[in-house]
Structures are given as structure tokens and as C-alpha cells.
């Protein structure tokens, strides 16, 4: 992930362009477009509380992004990247952040402020059906009392997961064309945390062969931890096979060590994790629209003796 040139931000904000991301409009607003933007924003946030026959709708439910936790502070970082993309696409929408373990605020603590206020749905920021989407995401959930809450399916494997690691790859070198004998040479290493879930290990399968149709060159899952192969016997597996431009991408939602390690493993190029790119953002209200179009399920009836 780059960092973005702050003195062509700032040029471009003052020539009338759009304000640099995470930006405040407080201060005098540079020109009548801005100002209609923001107004249209602000209107736009209170009709779609506002039902036809112009009752008030009840809010939506909060969007509670559930984030693993990372010792790396650029993982917080990009998480809060992250949400404020998600913010910028759904500006009504209260969104936000709860941590399994190791940052703040944790989950727990976030979502304890929100009972007896608004409803939540919790969207995993994790890529397959591990153990947190399995247990401590929802045993956390329940264990807040007075708090109505679902919990989204995890992010991946999804089609924009791919357009993400496609991107990712193409930032670190990927040529987007290459001749057919550089294709036969050419593969990709999936590099993943692991899990010993086998329904995670099938998720990540499945996103690397959706990975390897769109490149059109093979994608082996690798490992950091949990599973075998690890990205070294990965590679080593693939070079048997005459694939000598090998390729690693991050199939990681932030940096942190495990992906810092398999960077290290890579031969060739090593694309960043997903961070904060704008199909991530895309994705997290794509999973929290998923979970709130599902019927909560009736409430069970209880027969009373005569």
C-alpha cells in the first residue's frame, strides 16, 4: 500500500477538486458543487429514514466491523482506512469498529455501548469460515444482553476478493498482458493465515481458483500457519513444474506478521494485503446488506396450559 502524496492533495483541493480522503468539510467550502454535494448528502441521509407515507422509518442497523487485531499499528491503520471508505459509500449508516483481541476498542466493549440503542450487524472482517466466524464472533455477540444482533457471512470467498488481489498483484508488477510462453512460466502463490478448519481451507480453495481463472495462470493456496503447504513448498511444488515467475499474493485483510513473513518467502513479487482498496469497502456492505434481507425468524410460541 502506498502513501498518498499529501502536496498534490492539498494542489488539488485548492484548484476545486475533490478534498483529500478523510477530510472535513468545517471550513469555507471551495466551490458550489461542494456545497451541493454536502447538502445532498445530508438530505439524502434523512429521506431514507422517511417511509412513503411519511412515517419515520426505524434506522438501520448499526454496522459493526469485526476485526481480528494485529501488534502491527499499520493493521489499525488500514482497518480505520477501511471503515471510513465504508462510511463514505453509506453516509446515514452508523458503522463501527470492534476488535477480537490485541487493539481497541475490542468487540465486546463496542458492541456493549450500543445495547439498549440500536440493533447491530456484525460483518467479519476475516475471509473464511474459521474459528472466529464460528464461535467467538457470535459467543461474544450473545453474550452482551440487550442487544439485538446478526452476524454476517465472512468476506470471502467472494467475487470482489478477486478484483481486489487482481488489482493488488498488478500494483507490485503483474503485467495485465504477457506472451503465451511467459504464461506458461508464470503462477501465483495464495498466502493465507490457515486455519485447521476444513470449511476455511475450502473457502480459500475456492478464492484461489477463482484467482487463477482471472489470471489465467495457476494459483496454489499456501499457508503461514495451521495447513500445509507453507509459501516456500508452494513454490518449490510449482518451480517442479517449469513455473519459475512466481508470483505471491496477499490474501490478508491488513498488515501484520504473518503477512510480513510470507513477503519475506516470496521469489518474485509480493502484492500488499487487501487493506483498504475500494472493492474491500464494497464487499463489507455487500456482506451487512446479505444479513439484513434475511427474516429475523419468529419468535416461538409458548402454550400456556388451559
Not at 92 to 121: F, Q
Not at 154 to 171: D, F, I, W
Not at 193 to 215: C, F, H
Given at each position: 500500500m502506498t502513501a498518498s502524496n499529501p502536496a498534490r492533495d492539498a494542489s488539488s483541493h485548492r484548484l476545486g477538486g475533490p478534498p483529500p480522503r478523510g477530510a472535513h468539510l468545517e471550513g469555507?467550502?471551495?466551490?458550489?458543487?461542494?456545497?451541493?454535494?454536502?447538502?445532498t448528502s445530508q438530505l439524502g441521509s434523512q429521506l431514507s429514514l422517511v417511509s412513503l407515507d411519511g412515517t419515520r422509518r426505524p434506522p438501520p442497523p448499526a454496522l459493526v466491523l469485526a476485526a481480528h487485531g494485529s501488534r502491527d499499528p499499520r493493521a489499525l491503520?488500514?482497518?480505520?482506512?477501511?471503515?471510513?471508505?465504508?462510511?463514505?459509500?453509506?453516509?446515514?449508516?452508523?458503522?463501527?469498529?470492534?476488535?477480537?483481541?490485541?487493539?481497541?476498542?475490542?468487540?465486546?466493549?463496542?458492541?456493549?455501548?450500543?445495547?439498549?440503542?440500536?440493533?447491530?450487524?456484525?460483518?467479519?472482517?476475516?475471509?473464511?469460515?474459521?474459528?472466529?466466524v464460528r464461535r467467538d464472533i457470535p459467543g461474544t455477540a450473545a453474550a452482551v444482553p440487550g442487544l439485538n444482533t446478526r452476524v454476517a457471512a465472512?468476506?470471502?470467498?467472494?467475487?470482489?476478493?478477486?478484483?481486489?488481489?487482481?488489482?493488488?498483484?498488478?500494483?507490485a508488477g503483474w503485467r495485465t498482458?504477457?506472451?503465451?510462453?511467459?504464461?506458461?512460466?508464470?503462477?501465483?502463490?495464495?498466502?493465507?493465515?490457515?486455519?485447521?478448519?476444513?470449511?476455511?481451507?475450502?473457502?480459500?480453495?475456492?478464492?484461489?481458483?477463482?484467482?487463477?481463472?482471472?489470471?489465467?495462470v495457476p494459483v496454489v493456496p499456501a499457508y503461514a500457519s495451521a495447513a500445509a503447504p507453507t509459501v516456500p513448498a508452494a513454490v518449490r511444488s510449482l518451480a517442479a513444474r517449469g513455473r519459475h515467475r512466481i508470483a505471491v499474493a496477499s490474501y490478508f485483510t491488513a498488515p501484520g506478521r504473518f503477512a510480513t513473513q510470507c513477503a519475506e518467502e516470496a521469489p518474485w513479487i509480493c502484492a500488499e494485503p487487501l487493506g483498504d482498496h475500494p472493492a474491500m469497502a464494497r464487499l463489507v456492505l455487500h456482506r451487512y446488506d446479505q444479513a439484513v434481507a434475511v427474516p429475523e425468524p419468529a419468535p416461538e410460541r409458548t402454550l400456556v396450559p388451559a
Open positions: 469555507p467550502l471551495d466551490s458550489t458543487a461542494q456545497l451541493m454535494n454536502r447538502i491503520a488500514t482497518v480505520r482506512t477501511l471503515i471510513e471508505r465504508v462510511r463514505e459509500l453509506r453516509p446515514h449508516l452508523s458503522v463501527r469498529l470492534g476488535h477480537i483481541e490485541l487493539n481497541e476498542p475490542l468487540l465486546r466493549d463496542t458492541l456493549a455501548s450500543l445495547a439498549g440503542k440500536e440493533d447491530a450487524v456484525l460483518v467479519p472482517l476475516l475471509l473464511g469460515r474459521g474459528y472466529h465472512p468476506l470471502g470467498p467472494h467475487p470482489l476478493l478477486v478484483e481486489t488481489l487482481y488489482a493488488r498483484l498488478v500494483e498482458r504477457m506472451s503465451d510462453s511467459a504464461r506458461r512460466a508464470s503462477a501465483v502463490v495464495l498466502a493465507s493465515a490457515g486455519s485447521r478448519s476444513p470449511d476455511s481451507a475450502a473457502d480459500t480453495r475456492r478464492t484461489a481458483q477463482l484467482l487463477a481463472e482471472r489470471l489465467g
